[in-house]
Structures are given as structure tokens and as C-alpha cells.
């Protein structure tokens, strides 16, 4: 805090541009190293807690909606089979179109995205990163995104946690009680794989198992970045769907 204020007083302004890419120790995504034989890759998927890795072809593909960024699977990968890269896993629009968030993020969105923020049963680290996007240094506000406390006020749901048994109900009136169109959002490894605490009698699943969900956001927690680039993405794609109507 001492240093944040020493910065304002020093630079007057602190909020930094939304990169999606972050030190040299991020684990971001993985980078697959070809040319090696199909035995390497099988000790990176059999190392992964969450079996977000499957070899097709002898070769891996990741699931970024499961992956909870460990680095288990580099750990234990043959002759650097697997690496770390600091790029950020944007977010996956996942419904209308299959189509890949873009790298840079519009300075002024065409409209604003209000939001409700549900813990469907997180660990709340997903929930601390969020409250980072409102600190000077991300500032959400900027981009037109606000969270509100009604979901009668909302265009989009996020999801952080796994769905818990005992939040199911709650997870299913928020969403009834938005106005039409509203988009869902799968924030976290948790929320949008649900492989994280396995199969139990307290875990429903996914939020996908419950409501249709429109963005997925990777990351174990995703960076407060991430998060804005998705929330970008998530306003440009509601105001399409308003044009429709």
C-alpha cells in the first residue's frame, strides 16, 4: 500500500495498460517442443493432476479450461517436451462462434457491461484477483464494466468455483432472474473445467453442467488481465447479440 501511494504521489497515475503477457516466471501457456518421440509426451500427460493433457496422434493437446497452470507436466516431461511460455490463456468465446479473444483490447467499448459476480464454492482465489481489477493499478472502471448486486440489473453472470451441491439452487435463480439476452461467464480452472476436486457427493460440476456458459476463462486463478480481456470480449459479443433482436 505504502509503495502504491508513494507511486501516486511520485507518477500521479499508476493504471497500466492490459498486456496479456506477464514476467519471464509466468506460467502461461504451454508451448509444445516438436520433434520428439511420442514416449516424452506420454510422462507429461500421465504427470498432469487434472488429465487436461491427451495425446492425439502421439502428440498433446491441452485443455486450458482444465489445466490449473501446476507445471507438473513440465516437471516431468522427457528432454523439455513441454514448456512454459509467459502469454497469457485468453478467454474462449464458446457459443455463437468459435472464435479466439483477440490480443489487444479496445480503449473504448461501444457500451457498457454490467456484472454479478456468483462463488458457485471457489477457493476464493479467483475472487481476490477479481477485486484486484478495481485497485488504481487495472482499473476496471475505465472499460465501461461495473459489478452490480442485483441480477435483475446484470447482462452477464461470472462464475468462480466449482458448482457445490448446496449453491446449485442459488446458481439457477441468479441466472432466472436476468433479463434477457445475458451472457455467462466460467471464471477459473474450477468454473470452467471442473476437474480441480475430482467427483464428489458436495460437487455438482462445472458451471457448464448447469447453465449455458459463453466464455470460459482459463487459469488457476486467471491473472485480473485475463479477466478484463474477457470482460472486453464479453461486452462486444452482448452488444452483437442486441443488435440481433
Known sequence: MLKMIEAILAKRIVTED??????KRLRGRLQVVHGKDEYSYTECAAACPVQAITLVGGKPEIDYKKCI???KCVEHCINGSLQHTNREVLAEIISDVQIKVEEEVRAKLGRSLHVRHLDAGSCNACDFEMGAMSNPVYDLHRFGIVFVA???????LMVTGVVTRNLEQALRRTYEAMPEPRLVMACGACAAGGAT???TYAIVGKVSDILPVDIAVPGCPPRPSAMIVALCAAADLLEKRMQEE
Open 18 to 23: 492490459i498486456k496479456t503477457t506477464g514476467s
Open 69 to 71: 497452470f501446476c507445471g
Open 197 to 199: 476436486y475430482g467427483s
Open 150 to 156: 442485483s441480477p435483475r440489473h446484470a447482462d452477464m
